[in-house]
């Protein structure tokens, strides 16, 4: 399976201002998915991004709070724009390699909004 | 769209002994992929176990295995000899088509082992 690395661990952030957040992996992917965990809730799936497209976001969730790029087969960065408190909760992002179907996680991104 | 459902916010179970976590799900396609997830504490999510949907036989790894029951969207998971290691919190999770779509989770089961 693929070994993903997620940055920041951890930030705590200013309401108003934005925070990226980056997932390298260590092997080519096609598709790669951002999820939100809100504090002791489950995960839910805020959008898929593929390489050389417009990521696909679910909804209740916009490209203009939460813009993704994918500029390669290995990287993607999700940015929380103009936070607010309602915004604390864990990042996490996932890859799925085809044919193999298991989902491998980031470690996620513990976000504080003070 | 797709649903799953976790009836059992927690769980307690003696060390040694098996418990079962309980996942029903509601999807319009034939093809998917049903997951069993783990979160320790340290929130890294940990894949327990995965079943794909056109496989009759229920998958097995090591002491965790699922009851697969497709007719009745059925997707439990058996721990067996639970050991403390295993405390953390379950989350079942579906795939459509051939797995390659994001997941969709259930609420999760908070499992606590007993000493």
């Known amino acids: 399976s693929a070994v993903i690395s997620q940055k920041p661990s951890r930030d705590i952030c200013q309401r108003g201002t934005s925070l990226t957040i980056q997932c390298q992996v260590d092997s080519q992917v096609t598709m790669m998915f951002w999820y939100r965990q809100q504090p002791g809730q489950s995960l839910t799936l805020i959008a898929t991004?593929?390489?050389?497209?417009?990521?696909?976001?679910e909804s209740g969730f916009v490209i203009d709070k939460f813009p993704i790029s994918r500029p390669n087969l290995t990287f993607s960065t999700l940015t929380v724009s103009n936070m607010s408190p309602e915004d604390s909760s864990i990042y996490l992002c996932s890859v799925v390699v085809p044919r193999d179907g298991a989902h491998t996680f980031g470690s996620g991104t513990r976000l504080t909004v003070v | 769209a797709q649903t799953v459902t976790q009836s059992q916010p927690e769980m307690s179970v003696q060390e040694a002994e098996t418990v079962t976590l309980s996942c029903t799900y509601d999807?319009?396609?034939?093809?998917?992929?049903l997951f069993w997830y783990k979160q320790p504490p340290s929130r890294q999510m940990i894949l327990v176990i995965r079943?794909?949907?056109?496989?009759?036989q229920n998958a097995t790894e090591n002491r965790f295995s699922v009851n697969f029951q497709k007719a009745a969207k059925s997707f439990s998971l058996k721990i067996s000899d639970s050991q403390l290691g295993d405390a953390a919190m379950y989350f079942c999770a579906l795939s459509p088509g051939g797995g390659a779509d994001g997941l969709t989770f259930g609420k999760g089961t908070h499992l606590i082992i007993q000493p």
């Open positions: 079943q794909e949907a056109y496989k009759q």
């Open positions: 991004a593929n390489q050389g497209s417009e990521a696909t976001y």
């Open positions: 999807t319009s396609e034939s093809d998917y992929y």
